[in-house]
């Protein structure tokens, strides 16, 4: 049998890859591999380091493509709801959530997919309130990254446009709920810091390949390459918790 902490760089690698193309996807699947060693709360705190370096890289490589109109009305409140789901995770979190997530990625996958989502368009107060929604459900479930993906699919957005304006959020809502992690659960996180140095080398590498990946996709390609991939996380968030 492979042994652990190769499977998980391996699956660190990939997620950085596939964040690079689809805005998320780090937490999606580096946090259920390391839930079946620790708790699912001290696992999300853990990967919430490699996800902050993997996505500052993939942000500093991509930043003049930023829509800022979408980063300061979804993203603000989409940081907020983050926040305020990071406090309440470990009071709130628990499977029932995190398979109503998972419904909602392989949705939101489905939709892409059979061109559902084009009837989608957010703007106005309907952008604050779809940010604030996903980004709080996305702290509960210490997963945002789909869910914050799939709602951008209501804004007019290409490619890199689309990944730098999902992944400046992620930022922004790392930047917000780390410290909380970080206060609440550093004896914690101190405990597998092993593994979190594995994750945040493999997502690091992970996102140089995913970066020049994308570079080369086509637009006329990129939302069905998005939309697979959401379904696809979907699937293996609702796998790793039945």
């Given at each position: 049998m492979i042994d652990f902490n190769i499977l998980f760089f391996i699956v660190a690698v990939l997620s950085g890859g596939v964040a690079s193309i689809a805005g998320f996807g780090i937490g999606s699947l580096l946090t259920p591999l390391l839930a079946l060693k620790v708790s699912m709360g001290i696992s999300v705190a853990g990967i919430s380091i490699a996800h902050f370096l993997g996505t500052a890289f993939r942000f500093w490589t991509w930043r003049k493509y930023i829509n800022k109109r979408v980063l300061f009305s979804f993203g603000i409140t989409s940081a907020i709801g983050g926040?305020?789901?990071?406090?309440?995770?470990n009071i709130f979190q628990n499977i029932i959530l995190t398979r109503i997530f998972g419904c909602l990625l392989v949705f939101a996958g489905a939709s892409g997919l059979t061109h559902l989502s084009e009837r989608w368009r957010f703007s106005g107060t309907v952008a604050w309130i779809a940010g604030a929604l996903s980004g709080l459900f996305g702290g509960l479930v210490g997963n945002q990254g789909g869910i914050r993906s799939a709602a951008l699919f209501g804004f007019d957005l290409q490619g890199k446009e689309f990944v730098v304006t999902a992944t400046g959020i992620a930022l922004a809502?790392?930047?917000?709920?780390?410290p909380v992690y970080l206060v609440i659960q550093w004896r914690d996180i101190l405990n597998i810091w092993p593994l979190i140095i594995v994750a945040s080398a493999g997502v690091l590498i992970g996102t140089q390949a995913g970066v020049w990946v994308l570079g080369k996709i086509p637009e006329v390609l990129f939302k069905k390459i998005v939309s697979g991939i959401i379904f696809l996380i979907g699937i293996w968030v609702l796998i790793h918790t039945t």
């Open positions: 926040l305020i789901g990071a406090l309440f995770h809502v790392d930047v917000a709920r780390m």
